[in-house]
Nanobody
Framework: QVQLVESGGGLVQAGGSLRLSCAASGTIFSIHAMSWYRQAPGKQRELVAGITGDGITNYADSVKGRFTISRGSAKNTVYLQMDSLNSEDTAVYYC????????????WGQGTQVTVSS
């Protein structure tokens, strides 16, 4: 059993910053990758940023230069630093982790709401 616990969402003014955190717990043999997705009402869920075990990162074009994904010293954690937020960033943000040695399984957090106001 694995669970992902997210924190850091909330209401922020346009131009402001937030840092999302996600911690994985349970029976974990290996985390191959962790990532953040987001979904706004009426829209498809999209990949925001991802990071592999060897540190390779990727970002959606819409957040490049503004968001930074990183792994914590506690390797079961991942962060998303969000700067220069705008209203288009308003969405529910979900943490995802690919976990397992032989059998890789995707796990999801419950989601955390990010709302950017003007």
């Amino acid at each position: 059993q694995v669970q992902l616990v997210e924190s850091g969402g909330g209401l922020v003014q346009a131009g402001g910053s937030l840092r999302l955190s996600c911690a994985a717990s349970g029976t974990i043999f290996s985390i191959h990758a962790m990532s953040w997705y987001r979904q706004a009402p009426g829209k498809q869920r999209e990949l925001v940023a991802g990071i592999t075990g060897d540190g390779i990162t990727n970002y959606a074009d819409s957040v490049k230069g503004r968001f930074t994904i990183s792994r914590g010293s506690a390797k079961n954690t991942v962060y998303l630093q969000m700067d220069s937020l705008n209203s288009e960033d308003t969405a529910v943000y979900y943490c995802n982790a690919l976990i397992g040695l032989l059998r890789r399984t995707a796990y999801w957090g419950q989601g955390t709401q990010v709302t950017v106001s003007s």
